[in-house]
C-alpha cells in the first residue's frame, strides 16, 4: 500500500525559507523508475506542478520557480523535501507530494497536502 | 509553456445523466518516445487529487468504468457514465509530455 505525507510550518513570514518534507511508505527512492513530486494549490484555485526528484536523483523544477526551489531525498528514512526560498504572500497555498513513475509521468498516489500560510 | 483548455468550467448534470469533459492543449502531446502523456484527475471537495486516467484512455487502478478517456494530438475528452453522488468534485486534466508539466483549469462536476 502506497500512502505519502507532507508536512510543513504552518505558517511564515515573508522572505522566510519554506521547508517541506514527503514521508511516504510502499515504494522506494531507490528502485529504479521511482520518483516524487510536489504540487500545490492556492486556496479555490487550480494546480501547479512544482518539482520531481527521481531514483537516480535526477532533478526537475518549474522554470517559474527555478531559482528558489531545492528538491532533494533521504532514501534511507523515504523521505523527499522542498525548500522554497524567499516566499511571499503568493505562496500561501496547499502542498502536495505525490509518487511518480518514470516511464509513465503520472503522479499516481497523493498526500493529503499541508497547508501553508506567508503572512506577515 | 504548454497551455491546457479545459472546457466547460462548471458542468451540472443529473444523476445517471452523462458528462463530457473537454480539455485541449496549445502543442502537440506526443512525446518524441511516440507516447502521449495525457492524465486526468477528480478532486472532491477537501481531498487531494485522485488518479482516473492515464496516457489518454487507461483508467487507474480502481476507477469504474463509467469513467473513459480519449483524444489525440492536442484534443482529449473525459467522460463520465451514469453519474454518481461521488463523482462530484472538480476534474483537472494534466500534460506531461513537455516541461513543465502543466494541468488544466479545471471542471466543476455538479449537480443540476
Known amino acids: 500500500q502506497v500512502t505519502l505525507k507532507e508536512s510543513g510550518p504552518g505558517i511564515l513570514q515573508p522572505s522566510q525559507t519554506l521547508s517541506l518534507t514527503c514521508t511516504f511508505s510502499?515504494?522506494?527512492?531507490?528502485?529504479?523508475?521511482?520518483?516524487v513530486g510536489w504540487i500545490r494549490q492556492p486556496s479555490g484555485k487550480g494546480l501547479e506542478w512544482l518539482a520531481n526528484?527521481?531514483?537516480?536523483?535526477?532533478?526537475y523544477y518549474n522554470p517559474s520557480l527555478k531559482n528558489r526551489l531545492t528538491i532533494s531525498k533521504d532514501t534511507s528514512n523515504n523521505q523527499a523535501f522542498l525548500k522554497i526560498t524567499n516566499v511571499d504572500t503568493a505562496d500561501t497555498a496547499t502542498y502536495y507530494c505525490?509518487?511518480?513513475?518514470?516511464?509513465?509521468?503520472?503522479?499516481?498516489?497523493w498526500g493529503q497536502g499541508v497547508m501553508v500560510t506567508v503572512s506577515s | 509553456d504548454v497551455v491546457m483548455t479545459q472546457t466547460p468550467v462548471s458542468l451540472p448534470v443529473s444523476l445517471g445523466g452523462q458528462a463530457s469533459i473537454s480539455c485541449r492543449s496549445s502543442?502537440?502531446?506526443?512525446?518524441?518516445?511516440?507516447?502521449?502523456?495525457l492524465h486526468w484527475y477528480l478532486q472532491k471537495p477537501g481531498q487531494s487529487p485522485q488518479l482516473l486516467i492515464y496516457?489518454?484512455?487507461n483508467r487507474f487502478s480502481g476507477v469504474p468504468d463509467r469513467f473513459s478517456g480519449s483524444g489525440s494530438g492536442t484534443d482529449f475528452t473525459l467522460k463520465i457514465s451514469r453519474v454518481e453522488p461521488e463523482d462530484l468534485g472538480d476534474y483537472y486534466c494534466?500534460?506531461?509530455?513537455?516541461?513543465?508539466?502543466?494541468f488544466g483549469g479545471g471542471t466543476k462536476l455538479e449537480l443540476k
Open positions: 505525490a509518487r511518480i513513475a518514470y516511464g509513465l509521468r503520472r503522479g499516481d498516489y
Open positions: 510502499g515504494f522506494s527512492l531507490s528502485t529504479y523508475g521511482m520518483g
Open positions: 526528484i527521481w531514483w537516480d536523483d535526477d532533478k
Open positions: 502543442q502537440s502531446l506526443v512525446h518524441s518516445n511516440g507516447n502521449t502523456y
Open positions: 496516457r489518454v484512455s
Open positions: 494534466l500534460q506531461s509530455t513537455h516541461f513543465p508539466w502543466t
